[in-house]
């Protein structure tokens, strides 16, 4: 029976052989067919009747995917090979992971004592060769790991790829008349698919075998690695021991000889003290070299660590992409993120070391040549050196020699690792930095915890009460006993302290009722009473904020198993309640926001209640976001947390923002001391943010996005936070403000009087009034609160990117985002969701600038600079079309349209267009020409052919003008270049008025002149230059005619001045008697010719 199996076995194996060596054989036959045509082909040798059947490429093609079959399986055969002796190598990997381990145990500190110091450096330079072999391999075992798991991904994809392939060339093969030559080349492309198909079957099905085999390795070499490490750190060690101790066996030398000198001369003397100064310096910079020494192991540790970190990341950013264990391992990496402390003061101390490195280079040069230094030190000497004192100056010489070579290589020893720390440093701020950004971007946008929808709310029951059994485990009453004096002692502390304050509250607030008495008077105001205030309103703050710390303080260390830890969220909690404590004590109705800052009590009753709901609300927010920083919860399990945001940004979004619409109103309807209206814009964006912010943050946590919503809530109540001290801090400056204004106007009030009072002392009781009465205290300096005022605007903007940069980093993982992808072959441009939010966000700074550029020039440069009329215009215009372009310019750019296209796309369209729409880029160019040469200006007067009024508007295509009916007409810039016009106001204002008087024949005329020039000089409008005019034109038959002119200084008074003249002459002229001459004319009816002519009306009407 036996004989049988063995006997089928050979049978088999016999088979098989024959079938490989026939397959071989075959391959070989092919092959050599095609590399014989291709060679034929190319002597021309070839038969003619083959010629036209053969195609070069195709021939070259055929060959290569021959020789790619081959090639694939080669590599099956050699992953077969593996994996049948992959059991084998994973024991011997085991058993060498252990002897790894085993070794790092039992590496003891004396391991190199023996060593000398040659030896050490030799063997220092051996282990961190491997080391580096060791790191190079971990990054390949990194690699594989992760090609190995993307194989799970890609495979199936290639095999239906090969597929679809061996079914369309199949489809030819049956459908195509075609050539051996092409069959040849399908039938090659067949098999590598087959062969591709098979090598990919194999791999696939046994990837986790290779990914095991992998990660085997890797824990091998990361075994490895900690033996190196371990050894480099002792040899490090010993070696720097070494080194010191052979620093102090030189300097003890030197002291040795100094001691055992008996030569008095002092130049010996000052050579041996030199020399023991130089040894102590030695010993010195080998120390200093030993800590650096220590600090470069340190430093390549992190940055090894840190590297291996990144590695780590990426794998599993890439394995577990799109599940919510993502988010929990994303966390735990950034908790576990290396922290190193950098030295700051390398650049400092390497450029020490470098100057010390010269100074002694010149003392070794110095010393260089014996005979020539001990010449130069001997020649001021009075008498010779004898023979002896000569051998010991050379021998002190000598051994200075030695020392500054040693102290110059222990300096560039120093140099040489100061520059690697550097280096070192710098890379692991950049791979930090980086890991850092790459882990905060993908926690942003990676879901945390599974939506809500009906699952989660049929889990959610059990997940609320396994969540508080997790929380329960962290209340004990096993600190009592131990914490139970100290607590006591500490909460005593505190309390005393608020009880001394509760003692002297009253009079702290009857000091705060007396400056209040004091704010918004002319003499007894100042600068200081409102800190002073601020000051008093934050002690009587201060001991509900000590009984709300003591009381947590008590709970936490007595009920909690880690009281430090409970402790920082208790003092957060109390910076809180103080904060809000402070706000409510300055909302008071006799607080500081009413008496010291003018805001009204109604509004602050309001805001008060604002603040009041606010204070549990973001407790609320707080309080729900302690469960997800505990590591056996987290985000995902998180339920009770994300339940409650979701109630607090309701309250915020139903309760909290119709209390802010009310403050609003009533803040705004109370007027300022001077009558103006208060500006509620910030309140107004604050109410915005109160619509949208809940909404977003409700939806986030409903998607899944918790960690995300708690996030945006915290850099919320940051800002939050920030508006609240900016708001009145702004309100301190311009308290300051108005108390420096009040004082400058009360000063020149005085000066002012005491004028009037030396120029009329004779009636100075007729002028006693109280000086506080005559001048109203809200009187303040508007240049100087504008320039406050955008100042502050400024330090809100700041503070607020300062709270909220870390968004930018974060932002950037939306440039993996692609939207568009374009490719011409030798360039992909993509536009991704980061383009596309950058170019919009350059539109919105581009229209807010256009919408406020305005405003902000009159504050910076148009109140301070006296300019011509309609030069203001022109630089606002100016300003107006240089934002536009730029940003346009910056949102092109943004979307990946580079200048040079934009400048071809211009080009092409002002030729384009400049054929079809000449007129209009007539009128743009004239408009540009306008702008520039300013014949007309914003507010001139102007006349274009029957069009008459004052310019508007100067655009680049059209001008506007108000005519006397109150209509805008738009005129083409054109008409204002290639037409006449006349500008009234161009150089001169003033213009000339004409109208004509007719004075009877008979009258005064002397008196009737009289009259007018009375009349002219009543006029207020009426200029003295140039003067005004009477002519007398012509004899009329019953009249004199007289014209008159007068001139008005500004177009607007020609029609008011018009009318005063022609009612004040007409009313003179009356007074006296003089009458105007009409024209007459005398008509004679005669009796029966009227009766005739009646009769025939009424006839004919008839």
Known sequence: MMFNKAWWLILFFVFCSASIRAETAQEQVVEESVRNQISAFKSGTLETETVANVDSQTLNTTLQFIERTKKQKSDIDALE?????????????????????????????????????????????????????????????????????NLLINNPKITDE??????????LKVSNQANKSAIDRWNAELDYLDANNRFNTLLTTNAEKLIELDEEKRSEAAAKQQLL???????????????LKASEQKAQQVENQQVKNEIQNFLIQDELE??????????KQTQLLNTLSQDDLRTKNILEGLTQTQRNIEEQISALQGTLVLSKVINQQMQALPTAKLNNELATSIANVRVHIFEYSQQRDQIYTLEEYIRTLTQSLEEPLTDEENQALNKLLKERQKLLDDIIKSLNSQLNVSINIENNQKQIGA??????????????????????????????????FSEIAELTKYVSFSNVGKNLLPTVLFTAFFLLISFLLNWKKKAIKDRLFKIAGYVNTLKNDSHWYTPEAMFWTLLLALPSTLMFFTAYNLIAFLFFNDPIAAWRWGLRLTLYWWFFATVLSLLRPNGLAYRHFGMPQQSNRIFQRIIKQSIWIIGLLLISSIPSQIETIGYPNDVIGQVMSIVALALCLFVVRPLLDRGITEYQNAKTEDGTIRNVSLFKLLRLVLIIAPILLIVLIVLGYYYTAIYLITHLLNSYFVVLIWVFGRYFAYRAVTISARRLAYRRLQEKRQKIREQAADHTHKDDIKEEESIKLSVVNQQILRVTDLLGWVVLFGLLYIVWSDLISIAYYLDGVILFESNDGTKVESITL??????????????????NIAGILEVVLFSRVRLSKGTPQTIITMFIYTIVAIGGVSAFSALGISWTKIQWIFTALSVGLGFGVREIFGSVVSGSILLFERPI?????????????????????????LNSDNMEVVLPNQAFVTDRFINWTLNNTITRLQFFLNVHLEDDLQKARELILQAISEAPKVVAEPKPAINIL???????????????????????????????ITELLKQHHIRFAFKQLDVNMHTAEVRQAVTLSENLAK
């Open 81 to 149: 090979k593996q994996l049948q002796k992959l059991p084998q190598e994973l024991l011997e990997i085991e058993a060498r992971i252990k002897d790894y381990k085993d070794a790092t145990d039992s590496l003891k500190n004396s391991a190199f004592d023996t060593l000398s110091l040659d030896e050490l450096s030799r063997k220092q330079a051996e282990i961190q060769s491997q080391l580096q072999t060791v790191q190079v391999t971990l990054g390949e075992l990194d690699g594989r790991v992760s090609n190995n798991r």
């Open 162 to 171: 090969n597929l679809a392939r061996t079914q369309e060339i199949t489809r």
């Open 229 to 243: 490490q371990k050894q480099l750190a002792i040899l490090q060690e010993v070696l720097n021991a070494k080194r």
């Open 274 to 283: 030199h020399n023991r100064e130089l040894s102590q310096f030695l010993v």
């Open 431 to 464: 791979i930090s930095g980086a890991l850092q950004r790459k882990l905060q971007q993908q926690s942003f946008w990676v879901n945390s915890n599974n939506p809500m929808g009906l699952d989660w709310i049929k889990a959610f029951p059990k997940l609320a």
């Open 834 to 851: 980061l383009n596309l939010m950058r170019a919009f966000l350059y539109v919105v700074i581009t229209y807010v600038l256009v919408k």
């Open 937 to 961: 200006r914003v507010g001139d007067k102007v006349t274009v052919g029957q069009h008459t009024g004052f310019i508007t508007k100067i655009r680049l295509r059209s001008t506007t003008l």
């Open 1034 to 1064: 012509r004899f009329n038959d019953n009249a004199l005619e007289h014209e008159i002119e007068v001139f008005v200084g500004e177009l607007g008074d020609r029609s008011e001045t018009l009318t005063f003249l022609h009612y004040r």
